[in-house]
């Protein structure tokens, strides 16, 4: 079975761009996760959704951040405008069913911004 | 405010012997708990986990143990091989948060552990 696939795996950028990643969950699986991994903050959860909708963003650090899940299976984030800061590695992670259910996670985007 | 801490930034074990990771959490409502493992370049697999009402749960070679009245759990590898050499995260879940019946996971910080042959 195939798991769950992040594109790009890097993504290098100049300041002020717009950043697209994209995720495709495991088929099934109704939750889908966003998390960035910096040395400061290790892994940190940015945004969920549960069939679709998005459940919380609160981890979502400011209005240049974005969260889309058009279908069960593609969502985005997108950055508008990327800044320095920005750069770390962004991993999608996607679970089955209400409870207790282990997250499965991609393999990142290493994105940096320059 | 980091909920959940794990303190040993790294560990080295001899290929054979046990490795004893360890995890502390302040937040009492967490009720479930787990361990990733994380090599690089890759994402976190997940490896094992364990629920509030248990004190033990074993998969073959490891072996999670939760002490809730001090906020602690540890993830045993026996007997530990090179393989095994990557980065845990200790993570724990909070079923009530926000009101719904699937708690967002928060990590600690990770430990990396190299099995030397």
């Known amino acids: 079975d195939a798991g769950v696939i992040q594109s790009p795996r890097h993504e290098v950028t100049e300041m002020g761009q717009e950043v697209t990643l994209r995720c495709k969950p495991i088929s099934g699986h109704d939750y889908l996760f966003w998390y960035r991994q910096t040395m400061m903050r290790g892994l940190e959860l940015l945004i969920y959704?549960?069939?679709?909708?998005?459940?919380?963003d609160s981890g979502m650090p400011e209005d240049r951040f974005s969260a889309k899940m058009p279908n069960a299976s593609f969502s985005t984030l997108k950055i508008q405008p990327s800044e320095p800061r920005d750069s770390a590695v962004y991993f999608c992670?996607?679970?089955?069913?209400?409870?207790?259910?282990?997250?499965?996670f991609g393999d990142g985007t290493r994105l940096s911004i320059l | 405010d980091q909920q959940v801490k794990q303190n040993s930034p790294s560990l080295s074990v001899q290929e054979g012997r046990i490795s004893i990771l360890n995890c502390d959490y302040t937040?009492?409502?967490?009720?479930?708990f787990l361990w990733y493992k994380k090599y690089p370049a890759e994402g976190p697999t997940f490896l094992i986990s364990?629920?509030?009402?248990?004190d033990k749960n074993e998969d073959g070679r490891f072996t999670v143990f939760l002490n809730k009245s001090a906020k602690h759990l540890s993830l045993h590898i026996v007997p530990s091989q090179p393989g095994d050499s990557a980065v845990y995260f200790c993570a724990a879940s909070d079923k009530t948060t926000g009101g719904t019946s699937y708690g967002k996971l928060t990590f600690g910080q990770g430990t990396i552990l190299t099995v030397h042959p």
């Open positions: 364990i629920s509030s009402i248990k």
């Open positions: 959704f549960n069939n679709n909708v998005p459940i919380d």
């Open positions: 937040n009492s409502m967490f009720d479930y």
């Open positions: 992670a996607s679970s089955w069913g209400s409870s207790n259910q282990p997250q499965h």
